[in-house]
């Protein structure tokens, strides 16, 4: 357990070190998206590419695992949804957030340091899946229906040209078009080239983790009572278990690409929950879950790494 919390440790430093540099005014609140927008559209991408070219494009890619880990998530948003309506008797919108929020790993930011941290460049070819997963069903689903149920006029078919051009021209998305297709060509890039993407790829881990901590910090939690506790044991704990469910029903996945699913969806809820929350008028419940996930998640990502190492 010492050993794992050595392990985990240092990118749980790197978020307190964001935080901190927000509250000490070292890092500027402006400056925040911008760092964020680096690491969504330059960073992660690179990382990507420098992942998936010169992999075996049939060796990296695994129809079972996107098939597990999107049952595992459909799953989770499902039950929740069902206690939050059903038992705790909330109303259907807190009841659609509360699914949502334990489904939408926060896998860029959060779960692609521990995989490359746990699992090396092995657990890396997981990644790219899941981004599919994330950007391509469970992201658009929930913007769709709060573009259907905000109140505007749009109609399902302009809802569904504002998803296509929004998937169209998503830097992750089309980072896994070209490394995909530069694997399957086996195109093997100019050193200079494959040197700069290696380098922005670098940047990736230790960038994202620090504006994780700089957004906590300007996370203004609300008294949400129960239901942010009831979000985070959705995603903490339910999540990672509906995806070894998952791939223990699917099949035929490496070990370490099942690995690297369920550390994925270990990590707590992404940062644009909270945006899509705002929509709903939840935003303080959302951001409340996000920082109550955020804590809890060095002593759950512990214990799940834990049961990994013992497997």
């Given at each position: 357990?010492l ?9 749980y ?8 540099m ?32 010169g ?9 079972n ?31 659609f ?8 790993a ?21 990644v ?23 109140g ?16 169209a ?28 993407i ?34 985070t044991i ?19 996945v ?20 909270p ?33 990994l190492?013992?497997?």
């Amino acid at each position: 357990m010492l050993d794992l919390l050595s392990l985990v440790m240092p990118l749980y430093l790197l978020i307190l070190t964001g935080f901190s540099m927000v509250r000490l005014r070292l890092l500027p609140d402006g400056s925040i998206p911008a760092i964020g927008a680096l690491v969504m559209n330059i960073a992660l991408p690179a990382l990507i590419i420098n992942t998936l070219v010169g992999q075996n494009l049939r060796e990296a890619f695994s129809l079972n695992y996107l098939l597990a880990y999107m049952l595992g998530a459909t799953a989770t948003v499902l039950l929740v949804f069902t206690l939050f309506l059903t038992i705790l008797r909330r109303r259907w919108t807190v009841a659609f957030m509360a699914g949502f929020c334990s489904a939408m790993a926060n896998s860029g930011f959060v779960g692609l340091p521990l995989v490359t941290l746990v699992l090396g460049a092995s657990g890396l070819r997981a990644v790219p899946m899941t981004f599919l997963v994330e950007n391509v069903v469970l992201i658009p689903t929930a913007l769709a229906l709060t573009e259907i149920t905000d109140g505007s006029q749009s109609s399902a078919r302009q809802v569904l040209m504002k998803m296509v051009k929004r998937l169209a021209s998503s830097p992750i998305l089309l980072a896994i078009g070209a490394g995909s297709a530069l694997s399957a060509l086996d195109v093997h890039l100019p050193a200079p080239v494959g040197k700069t993407i290696a380098l922005l790829a670098s940047a990736a881990v230790p960038c994202a983790l620090i504006i994780i901590g700089a957004m906590l910090a300007n996370t203004r939690p609300t008294a949400a009572g129960m239901d942010a506790i009831w979000i985070t044991i959705g995603k903490l704990a339910l999540h990672p278990l509906a995806t070894f469910l998952a791939f223990l029903v699917i099949g035929n996945v490496p070990t370490d690409m099942r690995d690297a699913g369920i550390i994925l969806a270990s990590a707590p809820m992404a940062t644009i929950v909270p945006l899509i929350g705002a929509r709903f008028g939840l935003e303080g419940l959302t951001a409340t879950a996000l920082l109550t996930a955020t804590v809890a998640s060095f002593v759950t990502i512990t214990i799940v790494l834990s049961l990994l190492a013992h497997a």
